[in-house]
């Protein structure tokens, strides 16, 4: 009879488990892969040096890994900003304050999940952006391969090809 009592009572808190997620957001693990890597990109300060980079390594795919780490070593002349101004994960100068998941589709292989950037000052929110976050599957992992902002440079990928 304990046994049973045991087994109920765990199967009335499945339902308060999920009631954290936001509604409309469908879990997964391409879902969990970008959550892992912007709560590890937020607490390591935003990181853009190599070293930031290699710490990053094992959320992205090896091409979006190997063009960052070009761009990051491209030599820029004294006195000059790098091409790759800012942090490219979240395609920001400033830094955000916090973030959460939006929408996220998923096929077999292939997996876009939103993510809202938001940006607080004096807890008041003063602006918020939407990137999206394209991730594929090789050998059952998830890995990011690409950002995508609403602007005419917004596709990381596609500018990391242009740059080189």
């Known amino acids: 009879m304990r046994k049973v009592f045991v087994v109920g009572a ?14 409309g957001v469908k879990s997964s693990d391409a879902t969990a892969v970008v959550k892992a890597f912007y709560a590890f990109h937020f607490s390591h300060k935003f990181d ?11 959320w ?6 190997k063009l960052l780490l070009a ?6 002349s004294p006195g000059d900003a790098p091409d ?18 939006g929408k996220s589709t998923e096929e077999s292989a292939k997996a876009t999940i939103e993510v809202v950037l938001v940006w607080k000052e004096k807890a008041k929110v ?9 991730l594929t599957k ?5 890995k990011i391969g ?19």
């Open 10 to 23: 765990l199967l009335m808190l499945l339902p308060v488990a999920s009631a954290g997620q936001a509604p």
């Open 48 to 58: 853009n040096s190599p070293r930031g980079l290699q710490l990053r390594r094992r």
């Open 60 to 65: 992205l795919d090896a091409n979006l890994y």
């Open 71 to 76: 761009e990051l070593k491209r030599p820029t």
């Open 84 to 101: 790759l101004d800012g942090d490219p994960f979240t395609d920001s100068q400033d830094p955000p304050s916090t973030f959460r998941i």
């Open 126 to 134: 003063f602006e918020e952006k939407k990137i999206d976050v394209d």
């Open 138 to 142: 090789t050998a059952n992992v998830w």
């Open 146 to 164: 690409n950002i995508r902002a609403d602007h005419p440079d917004g596709d990381l990928l596609q500018w990391l090809k242009r740059s080189r």
